[in-house]
């Protein structure tokens, strides 16, 4: 029997506002799509939390035996600088303000996303398509809706009509919102915009001649609206219903509205089954951002360079600190909370590698099964990560009881609890095991912290020889220095 059969998930779906028993289309199957990352810039703590999210559900998902077809975009063309379909491509206005090509952007900052994920120790996809890929998949889509008579063409762009969706259709269904409101909330029309009404989205933009990211299209020589990828990519790869799409709560409106928008307007269904919201990531109370200083990269968390940290924190440290809080709760990102989490995060790991030392007994004064159902119900309930964390410290401290001989655990036991422990921790929670003394991250960051200074001071004194040979040979033993305005940093691979 497949563990799905004796394990009930509830999701919170935030189409319903309620937590709702799990049942996917078709038993053993789930299929669950994430808006990636738009890749013009390194990518955001906040989105990596996202993502961590969705990498814990993969995991859960696929420790229960389901075969999860999970799809996550990369956003290459089409995202415009905000959302009333004005302003630049954002790709295309970085590479503009560096002199490269569009692809060049693409290619540099995927690659970031990518390795950044990697330290973390994320699970890849099953399918990370990208917006360019599916431009003909998207030109499909705009004709269907056309044709069903819910978008219209202006002077080469393509609109979707939101009234007339709203006259037999909810828009709004996800956040909430009424038309409305939302016709009283938005500005009127400057004249400029091709739009009847200022609620509606584009579909597909007609290029400007200095536009550079554009294909051909039977409307025009334009691109795709932002919206619009991701319901191509997930029908194409999920279907035109699936079980789970998730993304980050500020993409609920206007984005995820649009999505299930597009495919009801193409297809006549409801898209999604289960919708899933990941919260916020802040950092010392307050909205992080580079405007202000209250920014962090996750770069500068292992290397710990960075004003708001004391000290570089292993990957795994920092996925533990996000874990401990669940997905739909805000995260504040401070130093304290690092270095709380590192505490913890040692201390399961050094209960975690006694295990094998551990003296058997005939009897057992710790019930593990009824612990290891507690471990299940924390991730059925929601994925509650943070519950499961403090259920895994149960075990911890039973561990060390253990050692002390104040509590004792028969062979059996001690086979499952040593399964359980590291099934939840490493394959669930994603964790990578370190125990404090081998970790050596403080020496190590200590020790390339000093070669940095020195090529500094190499460089001040034009002794450049010097300085890229200090470069070359960390290199050559995997430690990457990255220039930028703002200092050298370090990544390790
Ligand atoms: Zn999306």
Known sequence: MSLFNTQNIRIYNSLSGEKEVFKPLNEGYVGMYVCGPTVYSNVHLGNVRTFMSFDVVFRYLKHLDYKVRYVRNITDA?????DADEGEDRIAKKARLESIEPMEVVQRYT?????????????????????????????????????????????????????????????????????????????????????????????WKKAEPQHIMRWPSPWSDGFPGWHLEC?????????????????????????????????????????????????????NGKKMAKSTGNFIL????????????????????????????????ILDFTNNGLLASEKGFFRLMDAINIIDD????????????TWKQKCYDAMNDDFNTPILIATLFDAAKFINQVKD????????????????IETFTFDILGLVNVSK?????????????????????????????????????????????????????????
């Not at 440290?317 to 709760?329: C, E, G, I, N, T």
Request: glycine residues 6%; contains cysteine; aromatic residues 8%.
């Open 78 to 82: 089409g995202h415009l600088e905000n």
């Open 111 to 203: 690659v970031d996303f990518h390795n950044i994920l990697n330290e973390f120790n994320f699970l890849p996809p099953s399918i990370e398509p990208t917006a360019t890929g599916h431009i003909i998949e998207q030109i499909e889509i705009i004709k269907s809706i056309i044709d069903n008579g819910f978008a219209y063409e202006v002077n080469g762009s393509v609109y979707f009509d939101i009234h007339k969706y709203n006259a037999s259709k909810e828009y709004g269904i996800l956040s909430k919102r009424k038309l409305e409101d939302l016709i009283h909330n938005t500005r009127a029309l400057d004249g400029q915009s091709d739009k009847k009404n200022p609620q509606d989205f584009a579909l």
């Open 231 to 283: 319901t191509a990519m997930s029908t194409k790869y999920l279907g035109e219903q699936f079980d789970i799409h998730g993304g980050g709560m500020d993409l609920k409106f206007p984005h995820h509205e649009c999505e299930i928008a597009q495919a009801e307007a193409t297809n006549n269904k409801s898209p999604v089954n289960y919708w899933m919201h990941a919260n916020m990531l802040i950092m």
């Open 298 to 329: 996750p770069n500068e968390i292992f290397s710990g360079d960075n004003p708001h940290i004391t000290k570089a924190y292993l990957p795994s440290v920092a996925r533990f600190f996000m874990l401990q809080a669940h997905y739909r709760s």
């Open 358 to 369: 551990l003296k058997i007994s005939s009897t057992s004064s710790f019930d593990v099964n």
């Open 405 to 420: 001989g104040s509590a004792t655990i028969t062979k059996e036991d001690l086979e499952l609890l040593k399964q359980t």
């Open 437 to 493: 003394e081998n970790s050596g991250t403080d020496k190590l960051s200590g020790a390339v912290e000093i070669l940095i200074k020195l090529r500094k001071e190499a460089r001040l004194n034009k002794n450049f020889a010097l300085s890229d040979k200090i470069r070359d040979e960390l290199a050559e033993v995997g430690i990457q220095l990255n220039d930028s305005r703002e200092g050298t940093t370090f990544t390790t691979s």
